[in-house]
């Protein structure tokens, strides 16, 4: 349904906005589906938090991962409950991991240098749904990518060691990063960079 709603608001731009390029309609679209797809599963997780007294930290975490996963996208489920599972868990994890296992400093120096070699060699990861097949736009994605999590990283070094949005803001990266790499696709049994499918 996303998919389709998103088709009929872009055509729509489109025809109310001729001067847009093809390369400009597909961001537009490429962001709007994301939003409409993400939605409803924050808010199923966003209740789930208030239930479970983990809310703020589980805000933080939904914030510092979906920011980077827009820019570097990476594997998804191809199970809508199957997805819903799975984000649930990466997000409670985040937020409890957050608060119950603080990280020294030097240990999130190191996992913010390994998400920005990950980053740099695989972001953004795209889907079969959404196949990134403009150039242009997956080289302003990585971009985009590296400099949030830069900011990310800056945020993190003004902290205290072990502060609790230090935290979250680490696993975040790491595992948004780690889910744009060709391994966690094999695992999931899920095509790599798809773009390569539509090009000539």
Not at 104 to 110: E, G, R, S, T, V
């Amino acid at each position: 349904m996303a998919k389709r709603f998103t088709a009929a608001i872009v055509r729509y731009i489109s025809a109310q906005c001729p001067e847009k390029s093809k390369e400009e309609l597909e961001i537009i679209g490429y962001g709007l589906e994301g939003v409409l797809t993400t939605v409803p599963k924050i808010a199923f997780i966003i209740t789930v938090g208030y239930f479970l007294n983990i809310l703020q930290p589980l805000i933080f975490a939904i914030l510092s991962f979906g920011i980077l996963r827009t820019f570097a996208s990476g594997v998804h489920l191809n199970n809508g409950w199957a997805c819903l599972i799975f984000s649930s868990i990466v997000f409670l994890f985040i937020a409890y991991a957050g608060v119950y296992i603080p990280l020294p400093m030097l240990l999130k120096i190191f996992m913010f240098l390994v998400s920005f070699i990950l980053l740099t060699l695989y972001a953004p990861a795209d889907t079969e749904e959404r196949p990134l097949v403009v150039p242009r736009i997956r080289q302003e994605l990585k971009v985009s990518s590296l400099i949030f999590t830069g900011l990310m990283f800056i945020i993190m070094l003004l902290l205290p060691s072990g502060h609790v949005i230090g935290n979250i803001i680490t696993y975040s990266v790491i595992i948004e990063s780690v889910m744009t790499t060709p391994a966690i696709y094999f695992i999931l049994n899920r095509r790599y960079r798809n773009y390569e499918y539509y090009e000539t």
